[in-house]
Nanobody, 128 residues
Framework: QVQLVESGGGLVQAGGSLRLSCAAS????????TGWFRQAPGKEREFVGA?????????YADSSVKGRFTISSDNAKNTVYLQMNSLKPEDTAVYYC????????????????????WGQGTQVTVSS
């Protein structure tokens, strides 16, 4: 089992920044992948980005966050980060991290169904 705890959400003005953390505990394996998703009110949960455990493979949603959001990891702390810059009101959502205990470099893992473990989510609100 893997437990995930997100933190770092909050209220920020448009143009501001936040850094979300996803701390993993339990049985985390070296060959794994962690993804970030978000869900705005009344909308479906959408992919934000993903990182392989090695940190060498990174994937981002094509247009909505690329260039503004950055995913990184600290394996010594079993933590994955989502740095969000130039935030916009449309970034307002509950942000979730998700984890899977295997990784294939040929895949980008952009779909919720590809992840086994989920955190409880952290609210990000961007005011205009």
């Amino acid at each position: 089992q893997v437990q995930l705890v997100e933190s770092g959400g909050g209220l920020v003005q448009a143009g501001g920044s936040l850094r979300l953390s996803c701390a993993a505990s339990g049985r985390t394996l070296s060959s794994a992948s962690t993804g970030w998703f978000r869900q705005a009110p009344g909308k479906e949960r959408e992919f934000v980005g993903a990182i392989s455990w090695s940190g060498r493979n990174l994937y981002y949603a094509d247009s909505s966050v690329k260039g503004r959001f950055t995913i990184s990891s600290d394996n010594a702390k079993n933590t994955v980060y989502l740095q969000m810059n130039s935030l916009k009101p449309e970034d307002t959502a509950v942000y979730y991290c998700a984890h899977r205990n295997s990784y294939d470099a040929r895949r980008e893992y952009r779909h919720q169904s590809e992840y086994t473990y989920w955190g409880q989510g952290t609210q990000v609100t961007v005011s205009s």
